[in-house]
């Protein structure tokens, strides 16, 4: 369970973790400006920003993902064979 939170190799916690928080944030603000009028005014007061931090925090996020993978040359990739059904690995390029 714990590695879905921390990243034992790299000793820090996972971006999807952090993203997750921080949808799941968003969607508790979003249901609660529903019924609370205080909170909606908040929320949209701050609508540029929330959406400017929502976005960013992915694009931070996915730009960490694709440069680990330039760098360390794994492919993440997966492949369907449709006539077997079968998942195809790619084959693994030794360097």
């Known amino acids: 369970m714990v590695d879905y939170f ?3 190799e790299g000793k820090s ?3 999807g973790m952090i993203n997750f928080v921080i ?14 009028p205080v909170v909606r005014a908040g929320v949209l007061s701050m ?3 929330l ?5 960013s925090s992915f694009g931070i996020w996915q ?3 694709i440069a680990e993978v330039l760098v360390s040359g794994k492919d993440n990739t997966v492949t369907v064979d449709r ?7 790619p084959p ?4």
């Open 23 to 36: 949808t799941l944030v968003y969607f508790i603000l979003a249901v609660w400006a529903v019924f609370d």
């Open 47 to 49: 609508s540029s920003f």
């Open 63 to 65: 730009t960490k993902r």
């Open 13 to 15: 916690i996972r971006g």
């Open 6 to 8: 921390l990243d034992r």
């Open 51 to 55: 959406s400017w931090f929502f976005v």
């Open 83 to 89: 006539s077997t059904n079968t998942i195809v690995t």
């Open 92 to 95: 693994s390029s030794s360097t």
